[in-house]
């Protein structure tokens, strides 16, 4: 997600405080690995950010916006897709700053998604939860009440020197003998690798 720029905080309350305020969303498809895939941008026509600190999902969204512009890779917004939302208020305070000033409001998971387009005008309907949504059971995840996040596994992997194998083909899980110690994988005449 792009880094939020700072403005000067009495331009932030004249712009608050504008009574004819048009507001923009900006939705950008992120991969799993939060890198982006495909942005779009238009005027809100409805919806709504929830916060909760006392909910486990703490974050949602629900929103409706109008754009001219075309999703071209729809099938990639499917459930279980993040994205990034962005709020704009279009700028008529202070000829300094950009034509929409964007706030970040996170990143979260498609919980529906749907489109329709007419003669003038494409219309976005989107729904979201933040990333908890996948460890509580909502879209896909759940943890049994016995997780410890402060607990770390350690696995070790090794592997035949016979079998001529690379390192490479070790990391692939390719061929790999569990060992307890490098004392047993010498026994063994095996490689030892800790990960």
Not at 16 to 35: G, N
Not at 71 to 77: A, D, F, G, M, V
Not at 137 to 147: F, T
Not at 161 to 185: L, M, P
Request: proline fraction near 2%; hydrophobic fraction near 30%.
């Amino acid at each position: 997600m792009k880094t939020q720029r700072q403005y000067d905080t009495d331009f932030l309350k004249k712009l608050d405080e504008f009574k004819h305020k048009v507001v923009y969303a900006r939705i950008e498809l992120l991969t799993f690995d939060e890198l982006p895939i495909e942005s779009i941008e238009g005027k809100i026509t409805g919806g709504s950010i929830n916060i909760d600190g006392t909910s486990a999902v703490r974050r949602s969204c629900s929103l409706t916006m109008m754009t001219n512009e075309k999703l071209y890779r729809q099938y990639s917004w499917g459930l279980n897709s993040k994205f990034s939302l962005a709020i704009g208020l279009e700028n008529k305070i202070d000829d300094r700053y950009p034509d929409i000033i964007w706030f970040n409001q996170g990143i979260y998971l498609i919980t529906s998604f749907n489109t329709s387009q007419n003669a003038s005008s494409y219309s976005i309907s989107i729904q979201g939860k933040d990333k908890m949504c996948l460890l509580n059971g909502d879209l896909g995840g759940d943890l049994p009440a016995s997780v410890d996040f402060g607990q770390e596994e350690v696995i070790t992997y090794s592997y035949n020197k016979q079998d001529n194998i690379t390192e490479d083909n070790y990391i692939k899980g390719k061929y790999c003998y569990i060992v307890g110690s490098e004392e047993e994988a010498k026994k063994h005449n095996i490689y030892y690798i800790s990960t």
